[in-house]
């Protein structure tokens, strides 16, 4: 009896033990998949040229699928040492761009960007633009830099727009000295996260904004 019920002791133990394991390494595999993505920066150069850089984890595949502007990645897993390391050229159609990252293994979104811009073709020698270049980067859960630099004697404000629920940087023409900038913002989760650049022009004598005309371009929105 004592021998039976120690077999039947083992028996359930051993049962017992195999169910975590496997629960362990659903779970390992969650959360790898869930990091497929590491992080990515996006860029408008001086000429008005988009592009992107982004890191994956290792093992990731990636397959790219672009229509005109729309362009999807889809990451899953892969037995072989991919790139982790990789970088695209971005093209506007009809002043806009979308990208979203797609969790091919479960179909599921990562995160994805929608830009609304000038074409670079169409707006050259448009001077209404006091950004030169700027650049959004992705540095941790909900975190984004955003670097930019603006023209010659251009002033910059923050402000938080509750209204639209924005972030917006403020350019117009004044004395400013600095024109390099940077600012850290934060993503809410379940809400997109809305960068506006507003640039004013107009009368340039005009002693206040309400003379000025508001050109809120480029306008970038992040979602995950």
């Given at each position: 009896?004592?021998?039976?019920?120690?077999?039947?002791?083992?028996?359930?133990?051993?049962?017992?033990?195999?169910?975590?394991?496997?629960?362990?390494?659903?779970?390992?595999?969650?959360?790898?998949?869930?990091?497929?993505?590491?992080?990515?920066?996006?860029?408008?150069?001086?000429?008005?040229?988009?592009?992107?850089?982004?890191?994956?984890?290792?093992?990731?595949?990636?397959?790219?699928?672009?229509?005109?502007?729309?362009?999807?990645?889809?990451?899953?897993?892969?037995?072989?040492?991919?790139?982790?390391?990789?970088?695209?050229?971005?093209?506007?159609?009809?002043?806009?761009?979308?990208?979203?990252?797609?969790?091919?293994?479960?179909?599921?979104?990562?995160?994805?960007?929608?830009?609304?811009?000038?074409?670079?073709?169409?707006?050259?020698?448009?001077?209404?633009?006091?950004l030169k270049s700027y650049s959004i980067t992705k540095n941790g859960e909900g975190l984004y830099d955003v670097v930019f630099e603006v023209k010659n004697n251009v002033a910059v404000n923050f402000v938080h727009n509750e209204k639209e629920e924005a972030?917006?940087?403020?350019?117009?023409?004044?004395?400013?000295?600095?024109?390099?900038?940077?600012?850290?913002?934060?993503?809410?989760?379940?809400?997109?996260?809305?960068?506006?650049?507003?640039?004013?022009?107009?009368?340039?004598?005009?002693?206040?904004?309400?003379?000025?005309?508001?050109?809120?371009?480029?306008?970038?929105?992040?979602?995950?």
């Open positions: 009896m004592k021998k039976s019920s120690l077999l039947v002791f083992a028996m359930i133990a051993s049962l017992v033990f195999s169910s975590c394991s496997s629960n362990e390494d659903g779970m390992i595999s969650t959360d790898s998949n869930a990091k497929l993505l590491k992080n990515f920066s996006l860029k408008r150069d001086a000429s008005g040229a988009y592009s992107m850089d982004f890191d994956v984890a290792e093992k990731t595949k990636v397959n790219k699928v672009s229509d005109l502007s729309n362009n999807q990645f889809y990451l899953h897993s892969s037995k072989e040492y991919t790139s982790t390391k990789i970088a695209e050229q971005l093209v506007i159609d009809n002043e806009q761009l979308k990208v979203g990252f797609i969790d091919a293994n479960d179909n599921k979104n990562i995160t994805s960007f929608t830009i609304i811009d000038d074409n670079i073709t169409l707006a050259k020698g448009n001077e209404n633009s006091k972030f917006e940087i403020h350019l117009n023409s004044g004395k400013g000295g600095e024109t390099n900038y940077s600012r850290t913002l934060e993503k809410l989760d379940g809400k997109p996260l809305s960068i506006v650049f507003v640039n004013y022009v107009g009368n340039s004598g005009a002693k206040t904004d309400d003379y000025l005309t508001p050109i809120r371009k480029p306008v970038i929105i992040i979602e995950d």
